[in-house]
């Protein structure tokens, strides 16, 4: 089975800190997203990556930054935190695209609050 | 805006009632679809898809949903649902006008069921 690990399920952070979302997937695929998930906004995709040190913007980039130094590692990095980043963060990651067929496969989640 | 839409936001029904959500798109050409579930506590996973062919598709747990292209609809529907299947379900679709890269999903409907 695929796993994708993300490095926390629960995580506090004060407004203007620096925060480092890690996601792990083993299964060698080359694609990898990050999401945020907002009740009644559904799923809206922020970054994601077809390969190491590849990045592409999603629908929603801003004060967001992302890093894929390793094929199965992609991190999601706030580089000043504020209040309106409060959500649950989702990574996946699909296989090679073959027209966009592709399954993606998430992690549990982290779910990050900035006071 | 191409955007997919899920007009139900929250369902409540009876065990062994039918079940059916509604999922639109407004992408013209060529388009993927997919149905994914969030059961409490879990990771968003595959219900199914649909790239061509037979537009009824069948998926795992009793799940199936109908690609109707003049409606630009792809339904998912359950004749009887159980107790188990209490979850968020979320509309997702990719196109090819957008080179199948991101996969937009819909805000999602919470199911309840109720023994």
């Known amino acids: 089975d695929v796993k994708v690990t993300q490095s926390s399920r629960y995580l506090v952070k004060r407004t203007g800190e620096k925060v480092f979302l890690e996601c792990v997937q083993d299964m060698d695929h080359e694609n990898m997203f990050w999401y945020r998930q907002d009740p009644g906004l559904g799923l809206r995709l922020i970054y994601f990556?077809?390969?190491?040190?590849?990045?592409e913007k999603g629908d929603i980039p801003e004060g967001y930054s992302v890093s894929r130094e390793k094929k199965e590692r992609f991190s999601l990095i706030l580089e000043s935190a504020s209040t309106n980043q409060t959500s649950m963060y989702l990574c996946?990651?699909?296989?090679?695209?073959?027209?966009?067929?592709?399954?993606?496969?998430f992690g549990p989640g982290t779910r990050l609050t900035v006071l | 805006a191409q955007s997919v839409s899920q007009h139900n936001h929250h369902v409540i029904l009876s065990e062994a009632a039918s079940l059916e959500l509604g999922c639109n798109y407004s992408y013209g050409g060529t388009v993927n679809l997919f149905w994914y579930v969030q059961y409490p506590g879990q990771h968003l996973q595959l219900l199914l898809k649909y790239f061509s062919g037979d537009p009824l598709v069948k998926g795992i747990k009793g799940f199936e949903a109908e690609f109707i292209k003049s409606k630009f609809s792809f339904n998912l529907r359950k004749p009887s649902v159980q107790w188990s299947d209490t979850a968020e379900y979320f509309c997702?679709?990719?196109?090819?006008?957008?080179?199948?890269?991101?996969?937009?999903f819909g805000t999602g409907t919470r199911l309840l069921v109720s023994p």
């Open positions: 996946a990651s699909s296989p090679q695209p073959g027209q966009g067929k592709d399954t993606q496969y």
């Open positions: 997702a679709v990719n196109a090819m006008n957008t080179g199948f890269q991101k996969l937009v």
């Open positions: 990556s077809y390969d190491v040190k590849m990045k």
